[in-house]
Each structure stands twice: as structure tokens, then as C-alpha cells.
């Protein structure tokens, strides 16, 4: 059996799939679970946020050294880090991610993100109001270079279309400059300067870890080229929110940012970002369409497949890295 730790009223419930040999058992307490006539063959866990995660490892203790699997419905496994620590890696537990299933409309969302400040869209929205015709000349993505922080699944997914569809110059910043088919160039993190000072746009993907914590800060802001766009949709802890509004600011450093994720969500009211003019902001969800919790779910199914099949997972993660 698989425990599914999950709230009751969850709109993930509603696609969840049924397996015809392993019983999947929802619950969003301890007591759920272990009052369960099943939970002396449960196995495997199943971690759907808002599901508190301070529960899994009470859960995994309960489950008396049977533990085989953790999977993550969501791609980001930021906030189980301190359940792999303490349970996963000493006991060399799999942990699966949702990594893929959202992958093509976030890939939407950075390209639409692009050309929403290439073709000057909030320029145009003015000029409406305004009744101005103002026929100005049209820019083009073609041959401007986008630079990914993170080359991942939704990366990948993105560059597919901005480089080889609309003719950009793809960079990809990765741990290593193995080359990659969809990238004109590929660096290491070391050479961030560099590839800050030359890209037009700066696309992160990067995954919550210490390492990426406030990764995109004053001094990063500072290297990007005079008049770049920033667009981030992995993980809000991976940016300064300050030092982006200093540089969305009025002679500051970028020309325009779309934010999907941020530090503390829902957004407070007293953050500096809403009142940045030239930011394009969305709440998360870029990646909330309407087969969201399907898409979530195939990702699942297959890795189950393959645990009860004694196959390889699909979506391993790197426990130590955190993605």
C-alpha cells in the first residue's frame, strides 16, 4: 500500500489514480494512516503540498523500517529537505519528484514572459489608453540571447521553442559544459559573469537549496547587461526580492521581470514588488492549468509502475543536491 499524506478537501483527490494491486490510502494525520487496516503494508508515501511535511517522518517511523519510497507530487522537494536529511539518506530511501509534468506550460509561460517586454507589450497597452498612434519600430527575439540558470526539464522545454522555433541563442548555466543539443553554449556557474553580461534575457529555473539561496542578488543584478529582463519561474528563495526591485527601479539595471514565484506566498502587502511598473507578476501559477493535478498524477503512476515492477524510478532525485 501507498500512503497519499494529503488533505481531505484537496482538488488533487479528484484525479487520483487507482492502482489494481496496491491500495492507496489517503489521510493528513498520523492517526489517519495507522488506524488504517491497510497501514501494516504501506511502503511508500506520497507528499501532496499543503500536507504539513513535519508529518513524514513521524509517519516513517510508525512505518517500523518498511519505508521503500517517498514520492513528491511537485517538482520542488525544498520543503521535504529536512525529512531527507533525517530519514532518506541515512536510510537510502528512493525519492521521486513530479519533475516533467509541468514542464510544458511553464516553457508558455517564459516564452510569453519574453516576448511580453520584446514586443513592448505594456508600451502598446499605454499608447491604447492613451489613444496614441505610435508606430514605433517592432523588436525580435531572433538572435538575442537567453540565458537559463538551471537547465532542467522546464528549461529544456523553453529553449526548445526560443531557439531552434523563434532563433534565439540559447546559454545554458549548469553544474557542468557538457554540450547540450538545445544550447548554443553551455557554462558553469563559475562563469556567471560572464554570461550575465552578454544575455538579454536571464531565465531561472534553479531548484530551493542553500546553495541557490538568494543566488540572484545585488551583485548578480549588478552583471546583467543594461536593459536585460529577468524571468523567474523555479523558486522564490532563489532571489532577493529587494535587490530585483532596486534594479526594476527608475535607472536600475533591468528593463522589465516576470515573477511566478516568490519568497513568501501569497505575496505581502508590503513587498516592494507591487508597486515595480515594469514587472509582469503571476501567483504561482503559471503551471495551474487545467489537467494540472493529471499531468501531476501520470508522473506518479509511472513511478509507481515501476516500484511495484521492481524497475528503476523515473524521476529520481538527488537527495544530496535537492533536485
Known amino acids: 500500500a501507498i500512503a497519499v499524506l494529503c488533505p481531505p ?28 487496516p ?27 523500517g518498511r519505508l521503500r519510497w517517498v514520492h513528491s507530487f511537485f517538482a520542488g522537494v525544498d520543503a521535504l529537505a529536512g525529512f531527507s536529511k533525517a530519514v532518506l539518506i541515512p536510510h537510502a530511501v528512493p525519492l521521486t519528484n513530479g519533475r516533467g509534468a509541468f514542464s510544458s506550460s511553464l516553457a508558455e509561460y517564459i516564452t510569453a514572459a519574453v516576448l511580453h517586454f520584446n514586443k513592448r507589450v505594456p508600451a502598446c497597452e499605454a499608447n491604447r489608453a492613451a489613444k496614441r498612434w505610435d ?12 540565458a537559463f540558470f538551471g537547465f532542467g526539464s522546464i528549461a529544456q522545454s523553453a529553449a526548445h521553442i526560443l531557439g531552434p522555433a523563434l532563433g534565439m541563442r540559447v546559454i545554458a548555466v549548469r553544474r557542468t559544459e557538457a554540450e547540450h543539443p538545445l544550447a548554443n553554449e553551455v557554462a558553469t ?27 540572484f542578488g545585488p551583485e548578480r543584478f549588478g552583471q546583467m ?3 536585460a529582463v529577468f524571468v523567474s519561474c523555479g523558486r522564490g528563495m532563489v532571489v532577493d526580492e529587494d535587490a530585483l526591485a532596486d534594479a526594476l527601479s527608475e535607472g536600475g539595471r ?15 502587502q ?14 504561482h501559477n503559471a503551471d495551474y492549468t487545467e489537467d494540472y493535478f493529471e ?13 511495484v515492477e521492481g524497475k528503476p524510478l523515473k524521476t529520481l532525485v538527488d537527495k544530496e543536491k535537492g533536485y
Open 225 to 227: 547587461k543594461q536593459g
Open 38 to 64: 491497510e497501514f501494516p503494508n504501506v511502503t511508500g508515501i506520497v507528499h501532496v503540498i499543503p500536507a504539513d511535511p513535519a508529518l513524514l517522518i513521524p509517519l516513517a517511523e510508525a512505518m517500523a
Open 295 to 307: 499531468l501531476g498524477w501520470e508522473v506518479f503512476a509511472e513511478n509507481l509502475a515501476a516500484f
Open 254 to 268: 533591468l528593463a522589465g521581470a516576470a515573477l511566478d514565484v516568490f519568497k513568501v506566498e501569497p505575496l505581502p
Open 270 to 283: 508590503s513587498s516592494r514588488l507591487w508597486d515595480c511598473e515594469n514587472l509582469l507578476m503571476t501567483a
Open 135 to 146: 508606430k514605433f519600430v517592432m523588436p525580435v527575439v531572433r538572435k538575442r540571447t537567453v
Open 9 to 36: 478537501d484537496s482538488p488533487a483527490l479528484r484525479s487520483l489514480p487507482s492502482h489494481p494491486a496496491i491500495p492507496l490510502i489517503v489521510a493528513n494525520s498520523l492517526a489517519g494512516f495507522t488506524s488504517h
Open 189 to 215: 556557474f563559475q562563469n556567471a559573469e560572464a554570461v550575465l553580461a552578454v544575455a538579454d534575457y536571464v531565465v531561472s529555473t534553479l531548484p530551493g537549496t542553500e546553495e541557490t539561496k538568494d543566488f
